[in-house]
């Protein structure tokens, strides 16, 4: 069983409780009688239990510790002038039994009047008096400016812990995202191949022949890019990407129309578009059942413009994960996505595109 936490702020504790032996000066001194140090080693049990209980309770709990140390103190006072030291104890350990400063030094005062009031009580010596009261209100005045410090430390470790801890559930919704990007769109285009070479398979051998080596070849790029997903370097770069979705959607039997206009773009704004070209481009494969799409890429007045519009089913079905990652990616540097589902569906992104943004 431990003495203290399994925390190293309280290692002190170990080694301050050695000045509990100037209780045993006294009985030393004046070679006591068995029953006195049978008094006096009973005296130091119920201390230990109450001085390293106190690290294992609540405040409130902690509170009726000090007060029954302050008891002790008041017993073997009158007979053990080492009694001070239950009140030096009482006093060192109040404000870190306290939740705040100003509990702190209610407790103290609480230790201070104790101590007073034994030393009025029993007629006591003036040096009960400075060392009950004087002695232990330096150090519990000392001791708060530590506790202070360790609630302080405490704060901050749990709010760093708390960051830290934030910051992984929002990379794991990130690395879903962009896995879900990435497999959604390559797996769509999967699957479609291969129902395209499943019945070419009696008619055109040789082009459902092709259509499989397409699979092939699709899914070693779905692979490199899960690995360049896992690096962060998912992208070849936005114009691949358009001619990449071009390609998905003519295989899909839908008329594209490509206007796209020759734009630098920043890395990570053109890492947000290729994203938002394959999650757009799959939702046509899979859902829209269009026959026509649009893809446009402008400049205008230091803005990138991206839209994709199909004349497909639309609908006002509510956004899901790509479509909400999407929006999350775009937000996330200052720009807008807009989405329209009245005949078709059109999707307009803008982007600033000035470095830094």
Not at 34 to 60: E, I, K, M, Q
Not at 62 to 73: E, I, K, Q, R, V
Not at 84 to 109: R, W, Y
Request: hydrophobic share 45%; with cysteine.
């Amino acid at each position: 069983m431990r003495l203290i936490p399994k925390n190293s702020e309280y290692t002190w504790a170990l080694y301050s409780v050695l000045y509990f032996g100037f209780f045993f000066i006294d009985p030393i001194e004046s070679h006591a009688s068995a029953r006195v140090w049978f008094f006096t080693l009973l005296g130091t049990a119920a201390f230990l239990v109450l001085y390293f209980g106190l690290f294992w309770v609540s405040c409130r709990q902690g509170m009726l510790h000090l007060a029954a140390m302050c008891a002790l103190g008041a017993a073997f006072a009158k007979y053990n002038g080492g009694a001070t030291t239950f009140f030096i104890f009482a006093a060192a350990c109040a404000p870190f039994v306290a939740d705040n400063e100003a509990d702190g030094f209610k407790a103290l005062f609480g230790v201070e009047a104790a101590a007073a009031l034994t030393w009025w009580a029993l007629h006591l010596n003036g040096w009960f008096l400075f060392f009950a009261n004087g002695l232990a209100f330096v150090i519990g005045i000392s001791n708060i400016h530590f506790a202070q410090r360790n609630r302080t430390n405490k704060k901050l470790i749990k709010a760093q812990e708390e960051i830290e801890h934030l910051a992984k559930v929002a990379e794991r919704e990130r690395i879903a995202r962009d896995l879900h990007d990435v497999l959604g769109h390559t797996l769509s285009v999967i699957i479609l191949k291969s129902e395209l070479a499943g019945k070419l398979m009696d008619r055109d051998p040789q082009g459902a022949e092709n259509e499989i080596r397409e699979v092939e070849q699709i899914s070693r790029q779905a692979l490199a890019e899960v690995r360049d997903a896992i690096r962060g370097y998912r992208s070849q770069g936005l114009p691949a990407e358009l001619a990449q979705a071009k390609a998905t959607l003519e295989t899909a039997g839908v008329a594209v129309k490509c206007e796209t206009a020759k734009i630098a773009l920043p890395a990570l704004q053109d890492s947000v578009l290729s994203m938002a070209v394959r999650e757009a481009v799959t939702n046509v494969v899979r859902h829209a059942n269009a026959r026509n799409c649009t893809l446009r890429l402008e400049q205008q007045n230091g803005s990138c413009s991206l839209e994709i519009a199909d004349d497909g089913r639309g609908g006002s079905q509510p956004e899901g994960n790509g479509l909400r990652g999407m929006r999350e990616r775009v937000e996330m540097l200052g720009g807008k996505l807009n989405r329209e589902s009245r005949a078709g569906t059109r999707i307009t992104i803008t982007l600033p595109i000035k470095e830094g943004v």
